[in-house]
Nanobody
Framework: QVQLVESGGGLVQTGGSLRLSCKVSGSIGDVKIGDMSWDRQAPGKQPGLVAK???????NSVDSVKGRFTIPRDNTENALYLKMNSPKPEDTAVYYCKAVIRVAVQAYPYWGQGTQVTVSS
């Protein structure tokens, strides 16, 4: 019953900021949360990776958001955030949180429900 619950999406203007939140809940006491990431999908387009962070804390992001987005992770809260600074209209998309839940040698990907981010000029 692992769930990823996203929040924080909405409308934002260019030059503003927004923080997306992803909380992992459920029976995770005996499992480990591995890599986590944010994907996004604009209408009519394929989903793509925005940024990711490994279980060890290593981060990476696509070039288009480098210098603007950060991906803080709080392991004590089983949470992942996407801090969106200086968003652009092209950042408009549905953002999905992903987490890899590991049980022994098995790994299971989970996605959040998605949250809409709309950036206006």
């Amino acid at each position: 019953q692992v769930q990823l619950v996203e929040s924080g999406g909405g409308l934002v203007q260019t030059g503003g900021s927004l923080r997306l939140s992803c909380k992992v809940s459920g029976s995770i006491g005996d499992v480990k949360i591995g890599d986590m990431s944010w994907d996004r999908q604009a209408p009519g387009k394929q989903p793509g990776l925005v940024a990711k962070v490994t279980g060890r804390g290593d981060t990476n992001s696509v070039d288009s958001v480098k210098g603007r987005f950060t991906i803080p992770r709080d392991n004590t809260e089983n949470a992942l955030y996407l801090k969106m600074n200086s968003p652009k209209p092209e950042d408009t998309a549905v953002y999905y949180c992903k987490a890899v839940i590991r049980v022994a040698v098995q790994a299971y990907p989970y996605w959040g429900q998605g949250t809409q981010v709309t950036v206006s000029s």
